[in-house]
């Protein structure tokens, strides 16, 4: 499966929208949001990202496409069971700076998306992998540019991915994996 959404291609989307969200950020409250409501639909996100959306004007047009494909590539990551599920954040090719930034920005964005709606669950590792995220997201970016530092955010990195997925999963199991209690006898 090679659906993988490219920072650097969509970064700059929401510049010609009526927004004040990063993609990063709008990418945090997407993945949040679809952990919390299983039936997520575009429209849903879209409103708590943008203020409205002008489709006579073919940039809106074209940046509204972009979020779609963004939309359908992420569910479709989440719901992967090979674990191919990405952070839409800036990668290696940019400063650690922008990466340690975009990275806050996305999780910000992930605890907001998980407000939008009640979380019913008492699940210890759910409740502090939201936690870290939360401290995560209060990150110093000051980031030296150092090979020591990289590998420091590639793991936390790393971790925000696999959390995302335990989160999503213990919120909202796959329908796969799910045996109905009738069936055992």
Request: hydrophobic share 40%; charged share 25%; net charge negative.
């Amino acid at each position: 499966m090679k659906n993988l959404i490219d920072y650097d291609e969509f970064k700059n989307t929401l510049h010609h929208l009526n927004t004040d969200d990063t993609i990063a950020g709008a990418h945090g409250i997407l993945c949040g949001f679809s952990c919390v409501k299983p039936d997520l639909s575009l429209d849903d996100w879209l409103n708590e990202v943008l203020v409205s959306v002008d489709f006579d004007n073919l940039n809106e047009k074209s940046a509204h496409q972009q979020l779609a494909q963004i939309y359908n590539n992420t569910l479709s990551q989440l719901g992967d069971e090979t674990l191919n599920f990405q952070l839409l954040i800036a990668d290696e090719n940019c400063k650690l700076a922008e990466q340690a930034d975009t990275l806050i920005q996305w999780c910000q964005g992930f605890l907001l998306g998980l407000g939008l709606k009640k979380i019913s669950t008492n699940d210890e590792d759910v409740l502090e992998m939201i936690k870290d995220f939360s401290e995560i997201s209060k990150l110093d970016i000051g980031v030296l540019d150092s090979e020591q530092n990289a590998q420091d955010l590639n793991e936390i990195i790393e971790f925000v991915r696999m959390g995302t997925l335990l989160i999503q999963e213990t919120l909202q199991p796959s329908k796969q994996d799910y045996i109905s209690p009738d069936t055992l006898h």
